[in-house]
């Protein structure tokens, strides 16, 4: 970390009391959203309902529905060419008044800049030289640490374990999931899988994946398979179909509401695992092309299984040894 001045901003105790419009920005993948939330609230908790945030279309309500925030601006931020772009004027316009921006993205953009310019804002942090306090990352920090340590430079007495409970989701779709598993599983424990990482190198081979659940139906019969985002048929030739298995797209709440049912969770480097992790379900990740000390379990009981860049690596057997441990 670098910081401009000569002792750093954080040399007076509390010194950050003094603005009046901080600006969150934050626009990134889905599981990313996860990774940021615990850094976001204990932001929001230094600038009690004073927080502005401009990020991407319906994150405030799918991921940051309990951050305490003065105003929301959403915006569209698409990728090209590795970094992401929007409307920086729009976004200015939408914060109206900025005297101090924190960026949690790890991306730095020409928009950026542009909103940089825009807003003048008296002090800024974020993970590029740009800013005036400049956070590392590419250190070996699991991702929630990284973005917690954003609100940490202000405070260092945070503590992060006053920020790690899951996102809060609407009580009547928790209501109509557990509702629909009553009716459909009664008694049944559920195994959540997730094997669609948004880069298909991280992903398991699917007839490894096949043979893993037919195996673990066999010996565990009180189990039910619900799996996400599935994008053909599975199971279709899997020995004992007969056996409720659950698979297809669900809204994205809905999707987090049965992983919070579930009693394990078996995918890779993705949104689901960082959703079983934040609600504490015991689970199996693997890993080939990504760091699991970055991208990983951090809260719940967990196994990691790295595949030394090679996702096929993962053995069939390490992942059926590894779920069974959990069942204990």
Known sequence: MSARGPDGPQAVAGWYARFRHPVAIFGNGVGDHLTTLPGLRALAS??????SLVCLPDARREFFADVPLRSV????????RGKRHFAARRAAE?????DALFSFNPWHSSSVDRLLELLSPEF???FSETFDVCLDKISEQHEVDRNFGLAATLEPGLRLERFISPPV????????????????VPGRKILAVHNEA???ERNWPKRRLDALLAEFLRRHPEFVIFQFGVRSKLFADMPGRGRPLYSGFLPLQYSFAV???SRLFLGVDSCMLHAADFFRVPGVGMFGPTNPRRAGFKFARHHHLVAKGRMPCVRVTQVLNALESLLD
Do not use: D, N
């Open 73 to 80: 601006c959403e915006i569209e931020m698409p990728k090209r």
């Open 124 to 126: 800024t942090v974020g």
């Open 94 to 98: 939408g914060v109206r008044r900025c």
């Open 169 to 184: 989701l609407p009580e009547r779709i928790r209501r109509h999931v557990r509702q629909y598993l009553r009716q459909t």
């Open 198 to 200: 948004s880069v298909a």
């Open 46 to 51: 230094l600038f009690p309902s004073r927080l």
């Open 259 to 261: 992983v919070a049912q």
